[in-house]
């Protein structure tokens, strides 16, 4: 098998992202640069191409993730950024222990959402991004809010006034 040399892209910081590898189409293989940054990178018709980019954080909001995930001490820090309604792109968190294989991925009011058994942070963003798609194409029923978890928790019912009897 000959040995390919793929420029999958150019990171921020102006380092050309390079995978020396064969691949199936639809393949992941996420690069991390030495600024920091982690690209996922996809195998198309073209070859290995950088379809995101994990920006590294320092830190994260607390709220809302678990505290024994921040608290690891391998835990790592990521944000992208992803269009949840429309086409302004909001900021995405994510929490990644290596060591436990879990993440925990969280953007604007809605709640944090859990997963097991990931390998890298990219694909834990593969797996959220995918999850959104299919709460926004979900059937809804006439009047109801998207099918999108929030912190905000349910509104209380509304209070029922007694009617007023009319005048006799």
Not at 56 to 63: A, C, Q
Not at 76 to 87: A, N
Not at 146 to 162: F, H, I, Q, S, W
Request: with cysteine; glycine share 6%.
């Amino acid at each position: 098998m000959a040995e390919r040399t793929d420029a999958a892209g150019r990171c921020e910081c102006g380092v050309t992202l390079v995978l020396n590898e064969e691949g199936v189409a639809g393949a992941h293989r996420e690069l991390r640069c030495r600024c920091g940054r982690r690209h996922d990178c996809e195998f198309r018709e073209a070859g290995w191409t950088a379809v995101a980019h994990l920006e590294p954080e320092r830190s994260v909001p607390l709220s809302g993730f678990s505290r024994d995930l921040r608290q690891a001490p391998d835990a790592e820090r990521f944000r992208f950024s992803f269009p949840l309604r429309g086409d302004v792109p909001l900021p995405v968190h994510i929490v990644y222990s290596p060591s436990a294989k879990s993440a925990e991925v969280k953007s604007a009011d809605l709640k944090v959402y859990r997963l097991e058994n990931v390998e890298s942070p990219a694909q834990a963003r593969r797996f959220w991004v995918a999850w959104w798609r299919t709460r926004q194409r979900a059937p809804r029923s006439r009047g109801s809010s998207p099918l999108v978890p929030t912190r905000v928790g349910r509104l209380p019912p509304p209070v029922k006034r007694p009617g007023l009897a009319p005048a006799s």
